[in-house]
């Protein structure tokens, strides 16, 4: 538990359903934060070859329902700047 | 008789596994069913002390796969109960001495003497487990409302859903309604909404388990115990019963939990 965690009350076992919740993610996926980002770098580097996208405002994220996880990417197109004007 | 094979396993080791198969075959046995128990942690006998069995043994598990004695003559037959069997693990041999063939041989051939067979697995995700999996018809993940446990149990349902297994059932064993008040323990709910299988029972933290096991006599034998009383309604459980789970079994998700009870 950190300081602002003990400031404000927080109970260990919600820290440990959190917790949890993100190690399930990975030993179910098999996949680890890292392997998660280089994915990501990957996804932008690919897309960004035929599309403008902004790479700092992509999400990647791993979600659950029941016992089945899904990659969920979340990838806003930048405005196309150059007809606005035209 | 056609028996239904129940394995109990867990992942993680301490959970209660032992506890778990000793109390729901005695509480299938009072119930008047024929009931074999086997132990599948060769090397690491247990069942036999947690039943009260170990100055009875003659002939073990690798007796009977490797022919050295009938499968009648290795089971041992309860001193309380008369439909009461165990089948005890071998304590000096390797591991590797059964194998998931050797089970289902076993078990095929028990199956129609018996009503029930329940199978002790030993913690781990290798051989052993493989074994005691081998043969189930239903498969029963014991766990704690504990970080590493619940890991566990979850890279085990994980297994089990690879080799298509059908949809293993939880028990929630030791849970601490004070500390759960507290906020210093993962309810019912919090374990069921990270693992997400269909919980089979809810049994509580209860001095009386370490008493029972010095005793050689499994609590739910006789007696009031809460964790005695949980134990017999997961086994009212696997018979079909609807059996709505009591105030020291559930949180305020009475209905939820209730939804979830398992049916044949």
């Not at chain 1, 300081?3 to 179910?28: C, P, Y």
């Not at chain 2, 949180?251 to 939820?256: G, I, V």
Request: with cysteine.
């Amino acid at each position: 538990m950190n300081f602002f965690e003990r400031l404000i009350g927080k109970k260990s076992a919600n820290s440990a359903k959190e917790r949890l919740q993100l190690v399930l993610i990975h030993d179910r996926t098999d996949m680890t934060p890292a392997a998660l980002e280089a994915l990501k770098d990957d996804l932008i580097a690919a897309i960004s070859k035929h599309i403008d996208i902004d790479p700092s405002s992509v999400r990647i994220e791993v979600e659950h329902e029941g016992r089945s996880q899904r990659l969920i990417a979340d990838i806003p197109l930048r405005v196309a700047a150059r007809r606005r004007l035209g | 008789m056609t028996a239904k094979v129940i394995t109990v396993t867990s992942g993680k080791g301490g959970v209660g596994k032992t506890t778990t198969v000793a109390n729901i075959a005695v509480a299938l046995a009072t119930d008047g069913k024929r009931v074999v128990c086997i132990d599948g942690d060769i090397g690491l006998r247990n069942l036999d002390v947690v039943m009260g069995l170990e100055n009875r043994i003659v002939y073990d598990i690798v007796d009977v796969i490797e022919g050295r004695c009938r499968t009648r003559q290795a089971m041992i037959r309860d001193k309380r109960l008369p439909e009461l069997f165990l089948i005890p693990a071998a304590q000096t041999r390797d591991k590797n001495a059964v194998s998931p063939s050797d089970m289902v041989r076993l078990c095929d051939e028990l199956r129609p003497e018996v009503d029930w067979i329940l199978i002790d697995s030993p913690a781990g995700i290798e051989r052993g487990f493989r074994n005691s999996i081998a043969a189930a018809d239903k498969i029963l993940i014991v766990t704690n409302p504990e970080m590493s446990a619940v890991r566990d149990a979850d890279r085990v349902i994980g297994l089990l859903e690879a080799e298509e297994k059908a949809a293993p059932s939880l028990i929630i064993n030791r849970l601490n309604q004070n500390m759960v008040k507290r906020g210093d323990m993962l309810s019912v709910d919090d374990v069921y909404d990270l693992l997400r299988i269909e919980v089979i029972g809810i049994v509580p933290e209860d001095e009386n388990v370490v008493v029972a096991s010095n005793r050689g006599a499994p609590l739910a034998m006789e007696g009031k115990t809460q964790a005695g009383q949980a134990f017999r309604h997961i086994a009212r459980r696997l018979n079909g019963e609807i059996v709505p789970f009591m105030d020291f079994e559930s949180l305020s998700l009475w209905d939820r939990i209730s939804k979830l009870a398992w049916r044949k």
